[in-house]
């Protein structure tokens, strides 16, 4: 996947599966054990600084983050506090050239892995969970982590820039499939599982 991204590819990863099968500990990890998110991030950065350290280049590169959640089919900013965000989410817009983004969406910009863990950490506080029978911490939306990435080349004899690729690397770790009746769920949960379930139904048969 990043060497795709690093060739100018738009690349994306979904962890798709029930509630309680290892999605979001495959996503982050916990602890020591770090997950695809940050060994993505913690690889971005390693061949970072590779291209820094070689003579026969020069690259000037550009790392954005974004993390936001769908819940309850409205998107919101996880790098913004809860009480601010807007009461009826983002807008999904679709540019004719960018094709589809998120109005509004906060993209930070990073320079080092240690950088990314940090407002991620901030977005996964930052989450909707709940509790059900089948997991104590169930999350209650989808969450989408992008990174934007670009690096523009230059004319090692002239110094005039020579090429830009940018790419969008999204990591997905979608709210897991449900039955209420093995859940237990009711009211505000219950609301929550059948959205969850529509709209992971709705991206199977897209996919």
Excluded: W
């Excluded at 026969?56 to 965000?85: C, G």
């Excluded at 930052?126 to 230059?154: D, L, Y």
């Excluded at 830009?164 to 209420?180: F, M, P, Q, T, V």
Aim: glycine share 8%; hydrophobic share 30%; aromatic share 6%.
């Amino acid at each position: 996947m990043l060497n795709n991204a690093f060739e100018g590819y738009h690349v994306c990863l979904f962890a798709y599966g029930q509630t309680g099968s290892g999605k979001s500990y495959s996503m982050t990890g916990y602890g020591e054990n770090k997950g695809i998110l940050p060994r993505a991030c913690a690889e971005i950065f390693k061949r970072v600084d590779a291209s820094k350290q070689d003579p026969s280049v020069k690259v000037e590169h550009t790392v954005e983050l974004s993390m936001l959640e769908i819940y309850n089919e409205k998107v919101q900013d996880l790098l913004v506090k809860p009480n601010s965000r807007p009461k009826d989410g983002l807008q999904v817009r679709q540019h004719p050239t960018k094709g589809v983004y998120v109005e509004g969406a906060k993209f930070v910009p990073v320079s080092s892995y240690e950088e990314i863990d940090s407002q991620v950490d901030v977005g996964t506080n930052n989450r909707t969970i709940g509790s059900t029978n089948m997991n104590a911490t169930s999350s209650r939306a989808h969450t989408v982590v992008q990174i934007r990435f670009s690096q523009k080349e230059f004319d090692m004899e002239t110094g005039m820039p020579k090429r830009k690729l940018e790419s969008n690397i999204n990591l997905i770790d979608l709210a897991g499939s449900e039955r209420s009746s093995s859940t237990g769920a009711t009211g505000d949960r219950a609301k929550e599982g059948v959205n969850i379930n529509q709209s992971v139904s709705t991206l199977g048969k897209v996919i």
